[in-house]
């Protein structure tokens, strides 16, 4: 099929190419019916240039539909060459003063939190860089797409609505200009007639709804039997389910499927399959079938390739219609003309309705492509912007309709243009005075809210998911009048009020469809059955909470407006409570000679609701009518006197009584549902139209009324009338053996009652109800959060209300109460209550939970006896009420309150007969304390002829009245000030009683005062000191009892650190051991210390005693005793890798002998240092293996370790580890034979190490030889000379014991499987191989990092790396004995050959290719294999001597073959001296035998710098590797930082102080040494320039370099587009910190395949850079993700912290973020030191949730 399309479709593409332009242009403008011939050419050139085949060739399409259609108009609209008629359009534009640029997902967007008018005007990163908010407080986001920038918009900022680039097109703007007038007559008219009928075909064809056939103008004559399968997107179905779905129906394979999903997702629809129309329509029904199970199945059309071909077009015409209009003003403004034209059909019939009403039937792409259209044109033209605003609020309730039961997110819909009109308040204010949008809205509103029980409240009952998703949406209307009301109108027109009240009024409607919603009834006797429905009505709740707060702003900015609707609003409550009151019946209440009549009602038995919201709207204006004073300008239009105060206060005294009935235990029954709902009543998010205004109502209600009436009443609501009404009925109540329960339930009601009455009282911080301002109330909002406890930013944020633009308006007052303290590494800024506002803190204050307001208890006193003062918390003295709530205050002065008081006191005093609790007597005492700070500031502010009515002082010093007597109030507080059973409240009691004596004294204020007052005083004072001393002995003996048992506790603790020393010594990373050697060993200082040679420093041998962590038995380490062993963690690492792209091909086949200098992977090990038994450990991690295996059967979860891979925890301290580490003795003094006088020098020790490998090799190849003649063979040998004392035979007896050599073996093949990913095998020659290296790459890592870090080679090292150090040398060392000794022979003799070339090794790396420490490792761990069968004398040590001698010659060749010799203008030409001399002379040779390729010779000072530079992380590695394979304990002067101890490395190294000096000495052989190794071809590549080597000394490697500013991540990420799905934009960009390379993470397009499983970019990224391991930023999460192998990641803490000290993971708040460098070098540390999967492990165990986490698909 395809080969026969080829030629046909290359014959078509050449005719197309073949037309031109310009000549159809021509065509056009001598046509008479224009419309007619544009058609014609459509019909016939779109099919031919779109669809032609089952994918799509997008680049071919564009540029053919450019040369053909649209090169075409261009031409026609220009009059001339496109190419020069849009720069002469571009010229004659004025640019516009306005940036609109539109926002691409994930791109940063800012809004000015002191300038924006609301947090929808925002600014892209250009445009903000260059304004003048970049220096205020801003917020910065990452937009979700579709938005555009406001720069310019006058209307969205307060102050600089321009940036610089803006600014400069503003100067010379006109009044209103008409933009047509830049273009000529002609122009107008051809732009005029190809805009209408170009915009009407796109909007014709895109609404088209057959599926086969096109309109008629559009028809094609022949008709081809070729159509699609479309498939659509929709929000209902996953991404799994679609692939799995078209695996089945178009047969294709997974990664096929992936690309189609993804499509679908991005562009809304795809095609999946392409041919006649049978053959789709199969395809199609198996899709429908296999989908429409659960849900409504996906939409697939089966549509004729012609119909798609003309909808691509459409969108190409309508993006390129968008692409004109931006030459030129004119043309824009002529496309809007064209679009909001009248049609014949009248209303909606202009194409740009007829588009927006067909918005859910188009697919996302159309969508978004017309949306861009409307942005660019409609919105951008600020005279059509109006235009289209008024058919945008003409359609809205069909348009939101639309939105409602479309399936797409509100993102892709048109209703979500609203944010772009409504927030203009201009057109906000034009659209609710002309089109009366505010009714319009809250009508489409409730249409959608349909459900209404009987008196009309809206019911959620039985919510089905599908309610559910139409509820979601439906609250998006909520957002719109949101949007409407967020700028409050400044002067008001009589239309605008007329409008305004209007929606008032349908807002009335609303709440009064929410007054008393969800009712609910006391469960008793068993508990509910159902949990109710309470989210919904919550949900709705808090999305008006703005909405409300805002309706009050606005009717407070006009007086009339105010008037009207508290009328209203009263009216509307009348009605509510007008069908409730019936059946009630009226009861009489008395007290204390008061009486009153209300109805009888009790919280506990009738329905109660929490949802009040039209008395609470009351409240908000009742308020308002007090802060504007209008209550006191015109009383006489207010209805104030119709009012009827129990009525207000009825239902939020209700609500309030059953809050604290649930806190007293007797909703039980009721369930979750009910807790959620007081939870959410009282929460920082509802509060402030809920509870607060609960709490306002009654006020305003007892503000009204007699307080003794008021308080009968609530009485009676909490149902404890009885309780003080009768005389004595808490004593009757306690003899009788009353129910515990209900006893508690009464105490818990009055403590409630007590504490209502108090913050009645004391609540008067919201403006209008006291004498305060805004800032006022907030501060002491902060301070009552800091009196808890010391608070970071985003914490008191969070408890502070929000305002409808997300403000606190907590940065301006914050600086006045409170300090700020700075972070340190971790944990973040913290706030702390300036001690000057403590005297501000009120115990009872209303916002506190019960936990909150105990914790505040106690840190207030607890600051008290800090400062030494008593512990009293009085109440704050607190500012006067407003006029109109003024006589709230007598409550406090009532007979009912001071009878309430009375008994509760007079039961504190005869404290056994009654039931009574602590809390009540404490509310009680601040009541007392208030009212006594009320009366004082009453007295303070008196003016002359004014009487003081607040009496309390008099009223609570008088007894009680003739029949009972009872004590006065003051008498009984003064016998309970020595009550010892109230030692807490004594304090406050004194204060009271201090108090009560000032005010007195204030009233009485006359020079004579009665006698017996001042003896009341003086007795006070006396029992006072009495009370002091007694207190102060009380406290002395307290205290040494205290330290006697602090002292006894150390006793023991030491007492146990004796006995368990080894224990403490290794579980403690005690930072000051050194190696256990140094602290004990009798060696004399002064003696130069040698760590190899025959000259090495005899150390004598220290016992090692360990302890088992698991069966805590101690055991001596010796050779033949059983193996103790150390948990390690061995794992593959890039960390010093210089070429992070090798990779190792077949890692069967790959010889890992020598190591290439750039370190691309080493294996690093390390150990958390703990100890066990072999046996011990073995039988531990059996039990693991089995847990596991009996885990998997019940349920597969990862963990975080992998026992499959041999991962365990350390049982200690559950580090991650998955091998262990044998504890061996010092190896190599086990081997060493006795030293003879005389040892070789290394010419003489080369040439018999020669002679024995030769021999060696020759006996390999016999016995490789089959064994015919026996004869020849024995002749051979003889031939053979072997050197003196060589016993090739000789097999050595292996020293250890057989559970050490497992060990041995265990942890040799575990460092094998995991360094080169094979599987384990102990017999491969490679092990021993992988073993050196990991002891070689571990010292480098480790010489790297105390280089970084600037710290001394031998300075404390913490104990876990000495430990692993020392066993991993060690082991390495002794690993050979359980290696066959052949094989480690030949290796030994192939590395050696790479440095004394002999003839049977051909193709060894050259000298440039060798790591050296790696190759000094492996020679001298493998020396022994070699020199165990040689007893001609020569020593171990010599040995290692001239190894190291010969490797560091090589060495010091490598470094002058590739230092750079660029002279750095310090060429000293003084004498130079010896060390200077002999490089030169050096040089030279190297000079003559690289055929003079060498560069020019540098200055002798220059070379002996870079050589010494070069040579000392070499000379570091050795010294820890020699120290640790001997236990020669380091030289002092090295333990010191500072200098860089070249001089004593050298003498600790046995090497000569001029390093040169080495090849002096042995010049006979160096000299052809050196010459064979220039000879090699590869040194002549690299010096001819054609090929790279490493240069010394290496660069350390470091993560990469952050920016400073978070948002210039945010920047590139918005711009990184994914690699694979052609330039979409990546969803989760995150970025590799330690190559910088961008990823496309958590995405199918991005999923590739890695040892046969899909991972994530990420994952797949770890193992080409980290080689497993992988260090990452997630950039718009702003989050560090750790990523160790497919299974194992965390989260970490970012190192980019606000101004607040505190990190924002998933940039929910907005702060600026900076970088912090020490939290980035904390990372860098954790990936230096080979920590980052040990930080995973931690993670994972401290955290579950973690463990959940697919990490591999990121």
Known sequence: MASELEPEVQAIDRSLLECSAEEIAGKWLQATDLTRELYQHLAHYVPKIYCRGPNPFPQKEDMLAQHVLLGPMEWYLCGEDPAFGFPKLEQANKPSHLCGRVFKVGEPTYSCRDCAVDPTCVLCMECFLGSIHRDHRYRMTTSGGGG??????????????????????????????????????????????????????????????????????????????????????????????????????????????????????????????????????????????????????????????????????????LSWLGSIIGYSDGLRRILCQVGLQEGPDGENSSLVDRLMLSDSKLWKGARSVYHQLFMSSLLMDLKYKKLFAVRFAKNYERLQSDYVTDDHDREFSVADLSVQIFTVPSLARMLITEENLMSIIIKTFMDHLRHRDAQGRFQFERYTALQAFKFRRVQSLILDLKYVLISKPTEWSEELRQKFLEGFDAFLELLKCMQGMDPITRQVGQHIEMEPEWEAAFTLQMKLTHVISMMLDWCASDEKVLIEAYKKCLAVLMQCHGGYTDGEQPITLSICGHSVETIRYCVSQEKVSIHLPVSRLLAGLHVLLSKSEVAYKFPELLPLSELSPPMLIEHPLRCLVLCAQVHA?????????????????????????????????????????????????????????????????????????????VVQQNNTLIEEMLYLIIMLVGERFSPGVGQVNATDEIKREI???LSIKPMAHSELVKSLPEDENKETGMESVIEAVAHFKKPGLTGRGMYELKPECAKEFNLYFYHFSRAEQSKAEEAQRKLKRQNREDTALPPPVL?????????????????????????????????????????????????????????????????????????????????????????????????????????????????????????????????????????????????????????????????????????????????????NKELFQQTLELDASTSAVLDNSPVASDMTLTALGPAQTQVPEQRQFVTCILCQEEQEVKVESRAMVLAAFVQRSTVLSKNRSKFIQDPEKYDPLFMHPDLSCG?????????????????????????????????RLHTSYDVENGEFLCPLCECLSNTVIPLLLPPRNIFNKLNFSDQPNLTQWIRTISQQIKALQFLRKEESTPNNASTKNSENVDELQLPEGFRPDFRPKNPYSESIKEMLTTFGTATYKVGLKVHPNEEDPRVPIMCWGSCAYTIQSIERILSDEDKPLFGPLPCRLDDCLRSLTRFAAAHWTVASVSVVQGHFCKLFASLVPNDSHEELPCILDIDMFHLLVGLVLAFPALQCQDFSGISLGTGDLHIFHLVTMAHIIQILLTSCTEENGMDQENPTCEEESAVLALYKTLHQYTGSALKEIPSGWHLWRSVRAGIMPFLKCSALFFHYLNGVPSPPDIQVPGTSHFEHLCNYLSLPNNLICLFQENSEIMNSLIESWCRNSEVKRYLEGERDAIRYPRESNKLINLPEDYSSLINQASNFSCPKSGGDKSRAPTLCLVCGSLLCSQSYCCQTELEGEDVGACTAHTYSCGSGVGIFLRVRECQVLFLAGKTKGCFYSPPYLDDYGETDQGLRRGNPLHLCKERFKKIQKLWHQHSVTEEIGHAQEANQTLVGIDWQHL
């Not at 329509?281 to 003309?310: C, D, F, G, W, Y």
């Not at 150990?1167 to 349920?1195: N, T």
């Open 148 to 317: 555009f920038c406001d720069c310019g918009d006058t209307e969205a900022w307060k102050e600089g609505p321009y940036c610089q680039k803006h600014e400069l097109n503003t100067s010379e703007i006109e009044e209103e200009e008409d933009p047509l007038v830049h273009l000529s007559e002609d122009v107008i008219a051809r732009t005029y007639n190809i805009f209408a009928i170009m915009f009407r075909y796109a909007v014709e064809i895109l609404t088209w709804e057959k599926e086969s056939e096109l309109p008629e103008d559009l028809a094609m004559v022949e008709k081809s039997d070729t159509y699609y399968c479309m498939l659509f997107n929709d929000e209902v179905h996953t991404y799994e389910q679609v692939i799995y779905t078209l695996q089945k129906a178009v047969n294709c394979t997974q990664k096929e499927a992936i690309g189609f999903a993804t499509t679908v997702d991005r562009d809304g629809r795809r095609s999946v399959r392409y041919g006649d129309f049978q053959y789709c329509e199969q395809a199609k029904s198996v899709i429908v079938r296999n989908t429409s199970r659960q849900t409504k199945p996906l939409k697939v059309q089966v549509m004729h390739s012609s119909i798609v071909a003309h909808q691509n077009f459409g969108l190409k015409l």
């Open 783 to 785: 301070i009552h959060q």
């Open 1163 to 1195: 294996t690093h090990t390390s150990s958390c240092g703990h100890i066990m038994h072999a046996h011990c450990w073995q039988r531990y991690f059996d039990s693991v293996q089995a847990k596991e295996q009996r885990r998997q059967q019940r349920l």
């Open 879 to 1059: 500012p006067p009420f407003c006029p109109l709530f003024a006589s709230l205050v007598n409550i406090l002065q009532s007979d009912v309150m001071l009878c309430i008081m009375g008994t509760i006191l007079q039961w504190a005093v005869e404290h056994n007969g009654y039931a009574w609790s602590e809390s009540m007597l404490q509310r009680v005492l601040h009541l007392i304390g208030m009212a006594l700070q009320e009366e004082k500031q009453h007295l303070e502010n008196v003016t002359e002829e004014h009487v003081v009515t607040f009496t309390f002082t008099q009223k609570i010093s008088k007894p009680g009245e003739a029949p009972k007597n009872s004590p006065s109030i003051l008498a009984m507080l003064e016998t309970l000030q020595n009550a010892p059973y109230l030692e807490v409240h004594k304090d406050m009691i004194r204060w009271i009683l201090k108090t009560f004596n000032a005010v007195k004294k204030m009233r009485e204020s006359s020079p004579t005062s009665p006698v017996a007052e001042t003896e009341g005083t003086i007795m006070e004072e006396t029992s006072r000191d009495k009370d002091k001393a007694e207190r102060k002995r009380k406290a002395e003996i307290a205290r040494l009892r205290r330290e006697k048992i602090m002292a006894q506790m150390s006793e023991m603790q030491r007492h146990f650190i004796d006995e």
């Open 665 to 741: 235990g007797m909703w039980r029954r009721n369930g979750f549902s009910l807790v959620n709902q007081i939870y959410y009543y009282h929460n920082v998010k509802c509060r402030r139209e809920m509870f607060d205004k609960d709490v306002v109502m009654l006020q305003t209600g007892v503000s009204m009324m007699d307080p003794n009436h008021f308080l009968m009443i609530m009485l009676s609501r909490f149902e404890l009338y009885q309780i003080f009404s009768t005389p004595d009925y808490g004593k009757r109540f306690s003899s009788e053996i009353t129910h515990k329960d």
